[in-house]
């Protein structure tokens, strides 16, 4: 019986299914057999429909509940989501390799049990795994990113994190954050699996002539500031909504995307004082449409509150070559630094919003750029070279690279 890559993903919001697909197609490429795992409630996801519907022998699903509760005193342990996360990928590769070999597992977000792996070993017995990890932060603070201050937990994870990256299996650790491999280099011993970085990837694609995009979306010709993505406060939505209500020539806020409840009901009550009155899409966004909103818009907006990590929409204005306005906190100001790409805001207040706005409609890339010393600028230069890495084809090549010895 061929043997397979097992790719598990019990999760598909988000772009979660996207990693799940990339992964899956990398390894197509590469001639090997895929199964992608995941939870029954997704049988009705597009993803899942595609795969069911095109009947290919070398891509497969199977719809994986986890397994029942734990009985007695074991059953608080099932409060743990990192324990709990652990037993259902456990679990699954159980029921998989009983009936097809796994050559190879891959977890697109191995942070569901990270810190579970020091105390319960690799889910996969002897098989060969990578993980990708999305969450880590621990060592942001070593590496000089913007980060709170958090010493305990940050010296727990990063204990944790040492002794997970050892499990038997583990042929790499890959994360989206390029800190995290510049840190391990210092802090791991010679025992630990290789830690990576993974570019975010963002199908290669270019923008689009704007007046064009702007007629396809049934946008104006005004300055246009995009809000993309998930839209919830951590977006930090009302803190930019609270200074356009005050500033006398506002670009139109574009806020596209699936709205939460408290969002939606939040910008429903303030539309009316926005002038010139906001454009809202409310809604999952395709690939056509999200190519015409990069390509549409002036700038796009970056505030965001308490978000430490990568950010897959500074990827895509990066792609598309529109300036940003974004916190200096975490991995979106570490990649923002010295302003290159955008003004970068210390803070939310009304104020400062608006005094961002106003640079970034004014001022060129150029002139930023310029005025730049000689160390931020091979600073700005370097983690431009890393950007421009975020490709399809470089994410699929690195996950091919993690099980390849010579690769290391």
């Not at 809000?227 to 005050?246: D, F």
């Not at 600028?377 to 421009?388: G, I, P, S, V, Y």
Request: charged share 20%; glycine share 6%; net charge neutral.
């Amino acid at each position: 019986m061929r043997e397979c890559v097992l790719i598990v993903e019990p999760n598909f919001t988000g772009h979660r299914w996207r990693y799940a697909q990339w992964a899956a197609e990398a390894f197509i490429e590469a001639g090997y057999a895929c199964l992608i795992v995941t939870e029954s409630c997704n049988e009705d996801h597009r993803l899942a429909r595609k795969i069911t519907q095109a009947n290919r022998a070398e891509l497969e699903i199977a719809f994986i509940d986890p397994p029942a509760p734990r009985r007695a005193g074991l059953a608080m342990l099932e409060r743990i989501p990192y324990l709990r996360y652990h037993r259902y990928f456990h679990h699954a590769y159980e029921l998989v390799n009983a009936f097809q070999p796994v050559a190879r597992v891959v977890v697109p977000y191995v942070d569901y049990f990270l810190y579970a792996l020091p105390f319960l070993g690799s889910p996969f017995g002897m098989t060969p795994w990578i993980g990708i990890t999305m969450r880590s932060t621990f060592h942001h603070r070593k590496v000089g990113v913007k980060a709170p201050a958090r010493p305990v937990v940050n010296a727990i994870k990063s204990c944790l994190f040492r002794q997970a990256v050892q499990v038997r299996g583990m042929r790499t650790m890959l994360s989206i954050d390029p800190t995290l491999p510049e840190w391990s280099i210092r802090w791991l011993g010679k025992r630990a699996a290789e830690v990576a970085y993974l570019a975010d990837p963002f199908p290669d694609a270019h923008a689009d002539d704007p007046a064009q995009a702007r007629a396809r979306l049934g946008l104006g010709t005004g300055r246009l500031l995009l809000v993309y993505g998930s839209i919830t406060a951590r977006k930090g939505i009302r803190e930019l909504v609270a200074a356009l209500e005050q500033m006398p020539d506002a670009p139109t806020l574009v806020v596209a995307g699936e709205q939460d409840t408290d969002t939606r009901e939040f910008l429903f009550a303030h539309r009316a004082r926005l002038n010139p009155p906001p454009v809202m899409l409310d809604m999952f966004v395709t690939n056509e449409m999200e190519h015409d909103l990069f390509s549409a818009c002036d700038v796009v907006w970056l505030g965001y509150k308490g978000h430490y990590g990568m950010s897959g929409v500074l990827v895509q204005a990066y792609r598309f070559g529109k300036p940003v306005i974004a916190t200096a906190e975490g991995l979106i100001g570490w990649f923002c630094y010295g302003s290159q790409l955008g003004p970068l805001l210390d803070d939310l207040a009304p104020q400062t919003i608006e005094r961002a706005i106003d640079a970034v409609f004014t001022q060129a890339p150029e002139q930023a750029q310029h005025s730049a010393d000689t160390d931020s600028q091979t600073q700005q230069d370097r983690h431009a070279r890393l950007l421009e890495r975020n490709t399809l084809v470089q994410f699929k090549r690195t996950l091919r690279e993690a099980f390849d010895d010579d690769a290391r």
